[in-house]
């Protein structure tokens, strides 16, 4: 089993930046892919962005140019850098860690953009 627990949610300004963590634990063994998902109040789940097994980003078009995921390997962490943010980025952020057919979800981190 993996544990995957992030953090860095809160309120931010329009405009503002926030970095969010997603550190992993548990039975880890070999290279995951990852990737960032956030939900907003009576909305799917949608995708935001996704670091390869062998270190590739892919982003929702939206997200794009604004949002940079990157991962540490060394420390079983992922990371989502917000930048520029906008009211509408307003969600609670889940990270995912998939290998050989096995999925694991975190718990969530708010993130509420508002003045």
């Known amino acids: 089993q993996v544990q995957l627990v992030e953090s860095g949610g809160g309120l931010v300004q329009p405009g503002g930046s926030l970095r969010l963590s997603c550190a992993a634990s548990?039975?880890?063994?070999?290279?995951?892919?990852t990737a960032w998902y956030r939900q907003a109040p009576g909305r799917q789940r949608e995708w935001v962005s996704t670091?390869?097994?062998?270190?590739?980003?892919f982003y929702a078009n939206s997200m794009e140019g604004r949002f940079t995921i990157s991962r540490d390997n060394a420390k079983n962490t992922i990371y989502l850098q917000m930048n520029s943010v906008k009211p509408e980025d307003t969600a609670v952020y889940y990270c995912?860690?998939?290998?050989?057919?096995?999925?694991?979800w975190g718990q969530g981190t708010q993130v509420t953009v508002s003045s």
């Open positions: 670091v390869s097994s062998g270190g590739y980003t």
């Open positions: 548990g039975s880890i063994a070999g290279i995951y892919s």
């Open positions: 995912k860690w998939w290998r050989l057919g096995q999925e694991y």
